[in-house]
């Protein structure tokens, strides 16, 4: 009478976290994997069927088998930029997604939610899990970072004195469509002033809301010029 011989598991599954699996033969005494393996246990980390040859003590022999599957396919993963930090623009989120059913993900730093929400410019990874087979993905988005102020540059037309009761300060910026701002409502390139003193002027990038501050100091000169008056001369013979 041959033996009867089992295989346990009968079926296993390789994934991403069982990478090996132990199938034990029973139920005969001697045991023939084949490839020079003749114990009980066949330690298998590739998908294939796995057959035993069972000896029983009367030199009967018996077969069982074992089939092994796998499942290493990697989550899918894909990551949208976040938007441009600027002056005005303080945080960034990136948003990663997958298709794949019950993922996970990982961003580090604790963050494991599909959103990431940052206030620096960089690349940020996030890593995607299958809870079904433990295997991973990565994906990459970025966030850029434009805070660069406008140029700005102030000249004045000259010195406040008698004859030029009023200086001329203009702005001039290389930044397209900056706005200008004097303060007391003046939002124009040029402030013609009366007095002495610095004038300031802010100007803005709508691009980036960056600013640039520069000041320009006006000079007055109305000292009158010193006289003398020099004694008649008497005339004599």
Known sequence: TPPTATVTPATALLTCAATSFNL????????????????????VSTPNTYT??????????????ATVTQDITTPNVSVVNGTTLTCAVLTSTLQASSTTAN??????GGVTTASHTVSA??????????????CTATATGSVAQNI?????????????????TTVTITATSTTPNVTYDWGGGNTTTTNTVTTAG????????????CTATAANTVIQDIAAPPVNITPLQQLNC
Not at 121 to 134: E, I, K
């Open 52 to 65: 035993v040859t069972a000896t029983g003590a009367n030199g009967c022999t018996a077969t069982a088998a």
């Open 148 to 164: 660069t102020a406008p140029n700005l540059s102030l000249a004045n037309s000259g010195t406040i004195n008698c004859v030029n």
């Open 198 to 209: 610095s004038y300031s002027i802010t100007v803005t990038d709508p691009g980036n809301s």
């Open 103 to 108: 993922a996970t993900f990982n961003w580090g």
């Open 24 to 43: 034990t033969a029973a139920g005969a005494v001697s045991y023939n994997w084949g490839g020079g393996i003749n114990t009980a246990v066949n330690t």
């Open 121 to 134: 410019p960089g690349n940020y990874a996030v890593t995607v899990t299958d809870p079904v087979n433990s």
